[in-house]
């Protein structure tokens, strides 16, 4: 199993619409989650970090469900300019390092 | 303006050259990372370094090389060894480590021809 999962997509999806991808992780001692927004052959970069009780900011409001373990992202009212892809990011207790998922495409029409 | 300068940002190299890829960062950042990303795959840890000095390998070490003699400075050597170089580079940094955002270079396309 892989230590961070996500749903590859591509969500295709109207202006306007509201969209949620959620994130899998295997280690339950994962302490730090993040969003990061990937443009196509650029960069990653930090969208949101992802609090216990759960954050938003804007349109974009993330919640973490440590018995399940994972991580949601939603996204409200969607921009033609969200479109990317969205990466899910945890750290792994003890080994000092952040895990990236392979993210999921959205695709934003008019 | 501080940040994290990944350069060259094209690089071709002919099979069985070694090649390095600079990261120099002016954050003060004691963590430093990299990454390899293939084409509508996720990044994938090559080494990654806490402080000066040390370093530990990722999960697809094999056929890299990395030094971290300054702070500010996290250069990648892709070896001979490495079966498949071509890729996308990612260096990145971060304030203390796992628990904080990760900030990452514009990366360097690597192309093995």
């Known amino acids: 199993r892989k230590e961070v999962e996500q749903d590859p997509g591509p969500f295709n999806v109207p202006e306007g619409a509201t969209v949620a991808f959620n994130c899998t992780y295997s280690n339950s001692a994962s302490q730090s989650f993040f969003w990061y927004r990937q443009d196509c052959r650029k960069e990653p970069k930090l969208l949101m970090s992802v609090y216990s009780s759960g954050n938003e900011d804007g349109r974009f409001t993330a919640q973490l469900n440590r018995a399940s373990q994972y991580i949601s992202l939603l996204i409200r009212d969607s921009k033609l300019s969200d479109s990317a892809t969205y990466l899910c990011v945890v750290n792994i207790d003890g080994y000092n390092k952040l895990i990236f998922g392979a993210g999921t495409r959205l695709a934003v029409h008019p | 303006d501080g940040g994290i300068t990944q350069s060259p940002k094209y690089l071709f190299r002919k099979e069985g050259q070694n090649v390095t890829l600079s990261c120099e960062q002016n954050l003060n950042h004691d963590a430093m990372y990299w990454y390899r990303q293939d084409p509508g795959q996720g990044l994938r840890l090559i080494y990654y370094s806490q402080i000066v000095n040390d370093f530990q390998k990722g999960d697809i070490a094999e056929g890299y090389s990395v030094s971290r003699e300054k702070k500010e400075s996290f250069p990648l050597t892709v070896t001979s060894a490495q079966k498949n170089p071509t890729a996308f580079y990612l260096c990145?940094?971060?304030?203390?480590?796992?628990?904080?955002?990760?900030?990452f270079g514009q990366g360097t396309r690597l192309t093995v021809v």
């Open positions: 990145a940094s971060s304030i203390r480590g796992w628990e904080t955002e990760a900030f």
